[in-house]
């Protein structure tokens, strides 16, 4: 949903060491432990955070600073083993094993602490250069969880630092352990995980041949071990990252075979070495966490369960989620519609002080239009249209997923998506998409089966966008809320809004089943989704943060394309070509063809220009009706609405724009992350395509069948 | 002695039982395994998705939803 955040500093570029002086300190970590909050107290970056697992999809780096020394921290995706094969396990796994960072901070979760265990032990068998980062202590503290850390510390045999970096506590104490750790750089430790008799004997048959061939840049006894058990994708990595072959080695592969004998004898088959290894960590985690941690409260998740079984019960789960979103948009369009008027008020004066400002210069006509009429009226609508409802929507969303709600939403939706070979997860892609479909494109890695992740990719321009958001809540208030009176009249909106939204999610379950059935055939693969614990949600913090970076970033951009899109679009319609303008050709030539669609020239033309940014779709239709029209003051939806009624716009227009605006080509910003996330323009085409003839399909089916019936 | 198994997607809503296997052929055996679905790990059947499948299961202190097809090639025994 963070754009800013998405930005890839690094995919896989491992540094060079001689020209960067400062300290690499890698963080790793489970998904949904915090990590990104670590991260963010520590360089003060703001990537984005939420309680489900999968937001970091790329490392992001940012810088530290403490007592005058300067490190560069990289937050790897989070992981819950370095050994499986998705994508974001191979850039965590490659990032901690051939990086070269000077530590690794492995953060984990208080409340789980057993199960996060697995992947320090695993970071431990790489490098020593580790410092357990436990974090949520305040959660446990809660929960009533107790944790021995130093005890930790000395059964881990690395540091261990407690904290809470919601509220920064502990912070100092981890970075005086991890700047201790890259001052005094262990070179041997004692082995993490102890494995069964037949396993340690062949990792000492392979060890000593592979020393003097990693040259130190590995740990061997890692680096046997997966020899050992013949994990392929690993092995490669490994051959690539040394230069050198390793399986195919002529002193390496007897020792292989001998020490593979070796197990086979000692009673464990080749088949079932993987999971001797997995066993050994595992039971290793568990112990140490019977010796470390105490719950003092056995039934310290009993709160969490209760309400799982209101959020995703049959009877209740899926109305719960509707009544949600509901009242999401109807706080969103009840308190957004007066400070709207507000702002479109006082940006409309200070449009009038500018109009007399050029006046007193004695400016000729023509700049005075560009400026004021083209430039400044389209960005003033956009702040005053735009700002209320996302200042309000982002803060209220980003609630939601800060107290964990949406696995929720994938754990009640998956079955629909499996019934159309899909992923759930598509669910917390298309969250995101909320925000920004370009980071929902992206967020679309968290689908490990490339065929879901694509169908995941195509279909996420079924959801609005902020940018689509203000547009289709302007068209409501103005044509279907006034249906009713009052109080009424907010409800009746937000349902409306509710069931585009609805319709939506639905479109994009029949184009997935569609895909699936089509150019993208397959069967489901398998689903593994974590509910995480809820957490109380950081009301002061959200709102501060959504505000700041969200809502204002995404204006920020819409003002940067509106600007310009407000000065093209005046010249068009004030350079006349035969006694007409530029604009009134174009629009003239587009109108009997959106005729058909229930839309007109203008609205399309809208469209097309509105591919850098939807944001500008419904100034530029303003902009091209005033150049006609007579209404030369526009400070208000009741003006638009007479401007838009002016121009023909029935309640089927302004259906007709929802459903092309809900349903239509991705911006270009989304359409050139497609094209970066799937390498292919092909996929981009069928993106772009896609939604655009689902959209003037139903576009065409329900205005004709509405003027069949003569309802308009 | 010879244990009665059944699969993880039989489990009962509030009940628990003992990991004994993991079917072998399943890509997704590495996946469960790092989730800590070991050999004699107690689970627990905790909450029905609304259309009853998926399902979440409580594994070493966290709630892990799995589909019934994935669930299956979990052996339990009581």
Redo the contacts between chains.
Sequence with gaps: MYIKANRPCNESTPKNRSDDPDKVIALAGNPNVGKSTVFNALTGMKQHTGNWPGKTVVNVQGQHTHNGESFRMVDLPGT??L???SAEEEVARDYICFGDADAVIVVCDA??L??NL?LVLQTLEITGNVVVCVNLMDEAKKKKISIDLPRLSELLGCPVAGCSARSKKGLKELMDQTAMLCRNPRRAQPAPVPYPGPLEEAIALVEPVLLDKLKGRLNSRWAAIRLIEGDAPIITAMERYLGCPLSADAALAPALDRARALIEKGGIPR?RI??AI??SI??R?EMIAADTVRFENAGY?LN??RL??IL???ST??PIMVALLAILFWITMTGANYPSELIANGLAWVGDQLTGFFHWLGAPAWVRGILVDGVYKVVSWVVSVMLPPMAIFFPLFTLLEDFGYLPRVA??L???F?KCCAC?KQALTMCMGFGCNAAGVVGCRIIDSPRERLIAIITNNFVPCNGRFPTLIAIITMFFGSLALGFMESVVSALMLTGVIVLGVVMTLALSRFLSKTMLKGI?S????????YRKPQIGRVIVRSIMDRTLFVLGRAVVVAAPAGLIIWLMANVHVGGISLLAHCTGFLDPFARLFGLDGVILMAFVLGFPANEIVVPIIIMAYMSTGSILELDGLHQLKALLVQNDWTWLTALCTMLFSLMHFPCSTTCLTIRKETQSWKWTAVSFVLPTITGLALCFIVANTVRLLGLV | MAEISFPLSNLPIGSKAKVID?N?DS??K???????L??D?VVEA?????????I?Y??????????SE?ASNVLLSM
């Design positions: 819950y083993s050994l499986a094969h409340t789980s057993e199960r697995n088949d993987r999971d997995v066993n595992i039971s985690a998740a969490d369960r799982d079984r995703t019960s049959k789960g899926i754990f009640n998956d079955r629909y499996k759930g489901p398998s689903f593994v989704l974590e509910l995480p614990p | 993991l072998s890509p997704l590495r996946r469960l395994l790092d989730l800590g070991t050999r790990t905790v909450q029905k998705s609304p259309a009853g499948d998926p979440a409580l594994v070493r202190g966290a709630v892990i939803a799995l589909r994935d």
